[in-house]
Each structure stands twice: as C-alpha cells, then as structure tokens.
C-alpha cells in the first residue's frame, strides 16, 4: 500500500514537473536566442577570443547558478505565502510579521515598486523573444529579412486575441513542445562541445575573473548583456502556486538548467572553434549557426513556438499580478473573465491585455530589431532582482531570524551580485533602458495614488459615519418596513454605509432584513471556506457580514452568500436587493495629497469597474446611490 502510494506520489510529481516546464521556463528557455550574442554585439561590442568566449561563458553559468539556482530557486522558494510566490504574495507574508513596524512601509513601497517594474517586463519580453525568434529567419535566407517584422507582429497580434479564449486547449501543447525545445538546445550544444571539449574550462569561475582583470570597464558593461541569461527567474518564484516548489526543482535542476547550460557552453565552442571570418558571421546569431544549415528553418519554427509560449506565460502572469494587485488594493477594480469554470486562476483582464498588446506593437515597430530592445530589456529584470533581494534581506532577518554571521554573508553575496547587474543595465538607460523605467514610473505612481486615495477615502467616510447600532435602534421607528432582504456592501469594517444613510434619507423605507456587508481581503493566497463568513446580529432585523477572502480568490459574493445559515432566513437572489454606494470626490480645503495625484485618483475610480462586476451581483437586484467625499 505505502509502496503504491509512493508510486502515485512520485507519478503526481513529475506530471507537475512536466507541465512547469512548458508553462513556467518559456522566458529564461528562450534566453540562449539572444544573450549570448548580445554580450559581444550588443551596444559594447567585445572581441571574439578565447579570453572573452570564456569569460562571458562562464559568467553566464556562475550567474545561473548564484542567482536562479540558490537565490530563487532554492532561498526564495522557501518564502512561500501559503504555497504562493512572487513579490506581492513575498510583501504579504513579511508584512504579518513587520507591518505594523517603524520601516514596515518601506517593504510595501518595495513590493509595489516591483510590480512596476515588472509591467515594463511584460511588454518588452513578448517582442524580444518573438522578434529574436522570428529573426533566426534571416539566417536561413537573407531574402527574408523585409518579412521578419511583419511577421513578428502578426504573430504578436495573433497572442493577445487568443487570450479571452483561455489557454487551457492550447496549455496542452506546451510541455510537449517546451520539452522538445530543450532536449534540441542540449543535442546542438553537446554536438560542438564534442568537437571542441575546450569550452569546458569556463567553468573555473577564474576565466570569469580573468575576464575582468583584462578589460575591466568592458568586462562591467558586458554584464548588462549577460543578465539576459537569468531573465525570467522572478517567473520562477511567481509560478511557484501553480507547480509546487519540489516539481519545479526537479524541473530546474533535473532538465532545464543542464539544457541551457549545455546549449551555451555549445555557442562558446562552436565559435572558438570557427576562423575569424566565420565566427564574425556566425556571432550575429550564434543561436541558429548550431544547427547544419538544412535544419536551421524547423529550429526557427521550433524557437518561434517557444517564444510564443514564453510571452504567453508572461502575459498570463501579468493577469495574476494585476489580479493580486486589486485585492490588496493597489490597483483599482477591473473587469475580470473568468476562461475556465473549474480552475479559478485562469483569468483574462481585458485592459492589460490591450494595453500590453498596444505596448508591445509600439516596442517592435520604435526598436526595429531584438538587438535594440535587449538592451530595454535588463533594467526591468534587474530593478526587480535586485527589490527581491532587499525582501529577502528582510525575512531573512526579521521573519526566519537568522543569525547575523550567516545572514549577512549570503544577503551580501547577493546584494553584490544583483547590484553589479543593475549598474551595469543603468549604462543603457540611453539606448532603450528608459523605456522600462518609464513604465515603472507611470505604474508605480498609478499603484501608490489608488492606494493612497482609498486610505484617505476611508477615513473621510469614517469620521462622518454613524455606529451601525445606533442607527438600527433609531431606523426602524422613522422608516416605513418593506418585505424582502436588502444588502449594503460597505468598504470599511465599522460604521453605517453611505448608501444605507441615504436610502432613509430620500426614500424612507427599510427592508425586514438589512444586511451590511464587508468583503475582506486577507494577506494570504486563500481563505479556508470554514472561515469564509463571519455574522453578527445586531437587532432590529439588522445584520453585519463579513466575507474573508484571500488576494488569489475569485470575490463571488452571491455564491458567498448560499452558503450563510445564521443570518435569519437563507438568502433568495429574487428577495435580494444590492445597494452600492458611489462616490464623487471632491477637494478639501486641506488636501490629503497633490491635487495632480487627486485627479488621477479620481479619473481611475469614474474608469474602475463597478462593485457589481467585481463582485459577480446579478444585474437586476443592484441599486446605486451617490454621495460626495472630500479629500
């Protein structure tokens, strides 16, 4: 029985293991198209000799190893939020232990700072892997160089439509293809390593050293191409809910990270092994030169469908960060379809969809080709590696508590290590490093307005609302009573909602049962559905309701509300009537913040969707009532 059991286990785990491959590895898969070449043709072109082969070889394999491989792979992992990774769901965890803290802030503002960031990589990773893909096609045939960005765009267009479909169907198809994707990187690299087994030195991390030792300067720019290797590595982290931490390990260390690694030391041999003109020829795209000449068009197809799954992943990924984003209140609410009625998580958000998709066109056409926008490429990537270092930093201190002795030197290691990528990625902000930076600009300051304008808000609305129990004493005797059950969704845990105080003010009815209603969002991924709901009575035929979700559930309030017993008589939709409050903001004499920033806050909420989207109300049982607030 253990044994079987054991059997069961182990099968479950690599089906995991399998599918992480095609969905979670496509961005950093799809590095050895382009990072490689970059650090010698690239914005700081470097002479192609061993000295530099090597040295750029074995600076890609020691940062895969101290940055995917033991920063997030194996540290970072661990800093899981109830099974779930990335920054925001890394801000949550550490925010229960130290948010209440004096530099408790600090940590929010660099998760937020983070998902900035990480809107700038989302656009820029679909038309660097698409474009450098499809540009493989110029190397079969120069004839076809025209072609390669229309191409490229129809392909790119062709993405962002397939996305309110769900990815489900064609989810099916990424493993297979992903895996086969991988195993050609291993076979073209280990071919030229045969031929030239030289390459293999590159893994003294001295010929890293030597490398910096001889050009110094140009050794610290290249790093600002190499990073290119390690992209995706956050991708890691995010994905970990959907995979487990152990499959995806055994992803990484088992199959991805040998491929890969395999398939650049190949790159560093073949073209140590190649005549000056030769080489010069081929260090234009080394990716494809691997392949004989008869198989480079099936190894284009096979890296343009690679690509493709890898933007895929990152645009999907960029649904489930806005949608963690509007839960904890950073973003305000959008119109959310759900792609699958079983799996939850699968999820198309209109305006990011045509927003990227508007984005990455504008990147293809202003760029022109992969080479440019790689280097808009790192800053992004870095930027964010770097805020995870300072999160870990954090945890590692103030959460695991981890003696100093030990602590400290594995948080410098990487401090250095990602601050030296980063400061090597600020030198291109001329050549298209400020195109991601001004992403996160504009996003960052978006995020930090809805967040602050919410706060202000509240507390405006707060500091004029009535004590629910007062009011349900006073309520009943100056208001006539009409059958039937109404609810007022309220944004605050206390108080009378406006829309209540406003329906006895104009329209002087109650219904027998009054409900005020809070929908809670909680620091971690999930709510257990035994602790879903929370009643109280407060008399009168006046309840308070509080619904406890967590930042990756869906805020199904009707269904919520199926499941409540202790409220009276069990809730009839047809007996229901939803009453929201809308708001309109106006100046106060004393601003709670820039007036430039207030109007912003005020265009997102008129353009947020209405509660009765968000929170799935069936259309026909919804009344809105305004009201003004000053901020």
Request: aromatic share 12%; with cysteine.
């Amino acid at each position: 029985m253990g044994a079987a059991q054991g059997e069961e286990r182990t099968s479950a785990k690599l089906k995991l293991a399998a599918g992480a491959i095609g969905i979670v590895f496509g961005d950093i898969g799809t590095s050895p198209i382009y990072a490689f070449r970059e650090t010698f043709v690239g914005p700081h072109p470097l002479a192609i000799d061993d000295t530099h082969i090597l040295g750029v070889v074995s600076l890609i394999f020691w940062s895969m190893t101290l940055v995917v491989s033991i920063q997030y792979v194996t540290l970072l992992m661990r800093a899981d939020n109830n099974g779930q990774g990335g920054t925001l769901a890394l801000v949550a965890l550490i925010s229960r232990y130290i948010g209440k803290s004096s530099y408790g802030w600090l940590t929010v503002l660099l998760g937020v700072f983070a998902t900035a960031l990480f809107y700038g990589d989302s656009m820029i990773t679909p038309a660097v892997s698409v474009l450098s893909s499809v540009e493989g096609l110029a190397v079969v045939d120069r004839r076809m160089e025209g072609l390669v960005i229309p191409i490229a765009l129809v392909l790119l267009i062709a993405l962002f439509l397939l996305q309110k479909r769900g990815t489900e169907k064609v989810g099916a198809l990424f493993a297979p293809v992903m895996i086969l994707y991988f195993t050609v990187l291993a076979v073209l690299g280990i071919i030229h390593i045969v031929q030239m087994p030289e390459i293999l030195f590159a893994l003294n991390p001295w010929y890293a050293v030597q490398f910096f030792v001889v050009d110094k300067w140009l050794a610290f720019l290249a790093l600002g191409s190499v990073v290119l290797a390690v992209t995706g590595s956050e991708a890691l982290y995010s994905d970990m809910g959907h995979f487990g931490r152990g499959p995806m390990r055994l992803s990484w260390f088992g199959f991805v990270m040998p491929c890969l690694l395999i398939n650049y030391f190949g790159q560093g041999a073949m073209i140590i092994g190649m005549g000056d003109a030769s080489a010069a020829e081929a260090i234009e795209n080394p990716f494809f030169f691997l392949a004989p000449e008869y198989l480079r068009l099936p190894l284009v197809l096979l890296a343009t469908a690679a690509t493709f799954i890898a933007s895929q992943a990152v645009i999907t990924g960029a649904f489930s960060v806005t949608h963690q984003a509007i839960q904890l209140g950073f973003i305000p609410r959008l119109s959310i379809l759900h792609t699958n009625d079983e799996h939850h998580g699968q999820i198309y958000i209109p305006l990011i969809n045509w927003v990227l998709c508007f984005s990455v066109i504008l990147l293809v056409l202003f760029f022109g080709n992969s080479s440019n926008l790689a280097s808009a490429y790192g800053i992004a990537v870095t930027g964010a590696m770097l805020i995870d270092t300072c999160l870990l930093a954090v945890l590692l201190m103030a959460v695991w508590r981890w003696k100093w002795w030990y602590g400290l030197p594995a948080v410098l290691v990487f401090f250095v290590v990602d601050g030296v990528y980063f400061a090597a990625n600020l030198t291109k902000v001329a050549d298209g490093g400020w195109f991601p930076l001004l992403i996160g600009a504009i996003a960052f300051t978006l995020l930090t307005t809805w967040a602050k304008g919410r706060r202000l808000m509240r507390e405006r609305m707060t500091e004029v609302s009535l004590p629910l129990d007062i009011f349900a004493k006073s309520a009943r005797n100056s208001a006539a009573t009409v059958p039937g059950t109404a609810i007022f969704m309220n944004s605050g845990t206390s108080g009378t909602p406006s829309a209540l105080l406003h329906n006895i003010k104009h329209n002087k009815v109650l219904h027998e049962r009054v409900v005020v209603l809070t929908v809670q969002i909680a620091d971690v991924p999930y709510v257990d559905a035994s602790q879903r709901v929370e009643c109280k009575e407060v008399g009168d035929g006046f309840y308070k309701v509080k619904l406890h979700y967590g930042f990756m559930e869906e805020t199904d309030v009707p269904d919520a509300l199926k499941t409540i017993g202790t409220c009276g008589a069990p809730f009839e939709m047809m007996q229901t009537s939803f009453f929201l409050s809308r708001q309109t903001l106006l100046s106060a004499e004393k601003p709670g913040m820039a007036v430039w920033r207030e109007k912003i806050f005020a265009w997102m909420m008129r353009n947020a969707a209405t509660p009765m989207e968000f929170f799935r109300l069936p259309t026909n049982r919804v009344v809105e009532l305004g009201s003004q607030v000053e901020i």
